[in-house]
């Protein structure tokens, strides 16, 4: 008769130790297995080994893009917009490390409106929950593909700002370059603390003041005066 036990009674110490060397998907699918491993993984709460998350919103469905950094593997997977929650909760919860980028973006290629509905019925929700953490979500590089300033705030004021080094804003519309509002954006700390920046697809209509502290920032301007030239190389 075999005295192994099963890797369900086995102590916590022991399968604490075995999860260190799961990737994320895989504690997910152990999580599955039955009852004993769910509790012990929503208590112990193993870190995520995701190192970019990517939330893709379209107008009747999400698109959710893992990447792992202990397999370097990709992981796609689409759902119903009122679906997606209970897997992206585990997954933000289990996010304890430094994700290297958290992208958060829509896709109104082909129906604009039905598509900024989407949105901002997910980023409502996506506030609600990164408000609820315990502790602020830790990313290195927050990328927004977005129309307006509102589908930002929902979710940059909430990341952590101290990790936080790469603040990068896209425009979801490449040809039409519209100007884009950020006076609530440039008013928060992540924005002030953030060490780069990246701005494309659009203009901006704030004061060049409020970029002068970033060390790398790639923007695009009309024009710029001799007097902010000096104060940049005073900066």
């Not at 075995?18 to 491993?37: A, E, G, P, Q």
């Not at 997606?84 to 829509?106: E, R, T, Y």
């Amino acid at each position: 008769m075999s005295s192994e036990k099963p890797l369900n009674e086995m102590p916590d110490v022991v399968l604490s130790a075995v999860m260190d060397h799961l990737d994320f998907r895989s504690i997910m699918m152990m999580r599955k297995v039955c009852h004993d491993f769910r509790n012990f993984i929503d208590e112990v709460v193993p870190s995520s080994s995701m190192k970019n998350i990517l939330l893709i919103v379209r107008p009747y469905d999400v698109k959710l893009i893992l990447e792992d950094s202990k397999t370097e593997a990709r992981y796609e997977k689409i759902y119903a917009l009122q679906n997606i929650w209970n897997d992206l909760n585990i997954i933000l919860k289990h996010q304890k490390g430094v994700a290297k980028s958290f992208f958060v973006g829509s896709d109104n290629q082909e129906d604009k409106e039905a598509c900024e509905k989407a949105h901002s019925k997910f980023l409502n929700q996506l506030q609600n929950n990164l408000v609820a953490r315990k502790y602020p979500l830790k990313v290195a590089n927050m990328r927004f593909f977005v129309n307006h300033q509102h589908e930002i705030m929902p979710v940059l004021p909430y990341i952590n700002s101290e990790k936080l080094e790469r603040i990068s804003i896209y425009h979801a519309h490449e040809l039409e370059r519209p100007m884009l509002k950020l006076d609530e954006v440039v008013e928060t700390k992540q924005w002030k603390n953030a060490k780069e920046l990246i701005i494309l697809r659009c203009y901006v209509v704030e004061p060049l003041e409020k970029f002068a502290h970033f060390e790398r920032c790639k923007i695009s301007v009309k024009t710029i005066s001799l007097e902010f030239l000096r104060h940049l190389i005073e900066v």
